[in-house]
């Protein structure tokens, strides 16, 4: 088994690290829109909502760790904020999702917890 980069493949990875750099770039013209998400969450959370996030494979594991510390003492002692992430019931979301379709779970499956300062 011949495990030893070729040419061709450290070229695409070169490629995938120059994109990543370039979406870094591009990070600080969102500035506006990051700074007005965060209004309207904290807005919500500070009137009783909650956030709600989702992902799938990789950003799932990054909503999951979002919620974790938003719930947990992110950099400060403070009080818990309501956050969850939607796919961490693993039995509900294959159970539901398989028979009526991810979205349908999604819809349905958190419909009891909205409230009118909910944010998702």
């Given at each position: 088994?011949?495990?030893?980069t070729?040419?061709?493949?450290?070229?695409?990875?070169?490629?995938?690290?120059?994109?990543?750099?370039?979406?870094?770039r591009?990070?600080?013209?969102?500035?506006?829109?990051?700074?007005?998400?965060?209004?309207?969450?904290?807005?919500?959370?500070?009137?009783?909502?909650q956030?709600l996030?989702?992902?799938?494979?990789?950003?799932?594991?990054d909503?999951?760790?979002?919620a974790?510390?938003?719930?947990?003492?992110?950099?400060?002692?403070?009080?818990?904020?309501r956050?969850?992430?939607?796919?961490?019931?693993?039995?509900?979301?294959?159970?539901?999702?398989?028979?009526?379709?991810?979205?349908?779970y999604?819809?349905?499956?958190?419909?009891?917890?909205?409230?009118p300062?909910?944010?998702c």
């Amino acid at each position: 088994m011949n495990l030893a980069t070729t040419k061709q493949e450290a070229e695409r990875l070169a490629a995938i690290w120059n994109e990543h750099l370039g979406v870094a770039r591009d990070l600080p013209k969102l500035t506006n829109e990051v700074a007005t998400a965060v209004d309207v969450i904290c807005a919500s959370l500070a009137s009783g909502g909650q956030l709600l996030v989702a992902g799938n494979g990789g950003s799932a594991a990054d909503a999951q760790h979002i919620a974790a510390e938003l719930t947990g003492r992110f950099q400060r002692e403070r009080q818990p904020l309501r956050a969850m992430a939607l796919h961490g019931n693993t039995s509900a979301l294959t159970a539901i999702g398989n028979v009526t379709g991810m979205n349908t779970y999604l819809r349905e499956n958190y419909r009891p917890m909205r409230g009118p300062a909910m944010f998702c």
